[in-house]
């Protein structure tokens, strides 16, 4: 999976984690730096996805707990435990995409925790 758009956390160290990131993908996604993902509930991060979500076929959201945390267990249902460096992967039928629910249908693929 390779992002065209990147959501990150406007944090020094996240400024840094995401450059890193970023150099590993072919291409240049366009990045969008964001003060509310800094101390973001799992709700404002999902409200900053879903409105990029027109824009973008796969977005990386890099941010921190607990609203990552949080934004994840609201979207599977399922509570799942991020860790730094823990990468949770949804995917969407690009036909069941609706404009007042862009993030409707999401459904867990993948829970990749360094730890594990």
Same mark, same amino acid.
């Given at each position: !999976?390779?992002?065209? /758009?990147?959501?990150?956390?406007?944090?020094?160290?996240?400024?840094?984690?995401?450059? !890193?990131?970023?150099?590993?993908?072919? *291409?240049?996604? +366009?990045?969008?730096?964001?003060? &509310?993902?800094?101390?973001?509930?799992?709700?404002?991060? /999902?409200?900053?996805?879903? %409105?990029?979500?027109?824009? +973008?076929?796969?977005?990386?959201?890099?941010?921190?707990?607990? *609203? !990552? &945390?949080?934004?994840?267990?609201?979207? %599977?249902?399922?509570?799942?435990? !991020?860790?730094?460096?823990?990468?949770?992967?949804?995917?969407?039928?690009?036909?069941?995409? %609706?404009?007042?629910?862009?993030?409707? *249908?999401?459904?867990?693929? &993948?829970?990749?925790?360094?730890?594990?």
């Amino acid at each position: !999976m390779v992002p065209d /758009l990147v959501l990150a956390s406007d944090s020094t160290r996240t400024r840094e984690t995401t450059a !890193m990131i970023c150099k590993a993908f072919p *291409g240049n996604p +366009a990045i969008h730096f964001l003060g &509310e993902l800094y101390s973001g509930t799992g709700g404002t991060i /999902l409200d900053a996805a879903a %409105s990029f979500a027109a824009d +973008a076929q796969t977005i990386l959201i890099v941010g921190h707990n607990p *609203g !990552m &945390e949080a934004a994840a267990w609201q979207l %599977s249902g399922d509570e799942i435990r !991020m860790h730094p460096g823990t990468t949770v992967v949804f995917s969407l039928d690009a036909g069941s995409v %609706s404009p007042s629910a862009p993030l409707e *249908g999401l459904r867990l693929v &993948e829970v990749l925790d360094p730890n594990t």
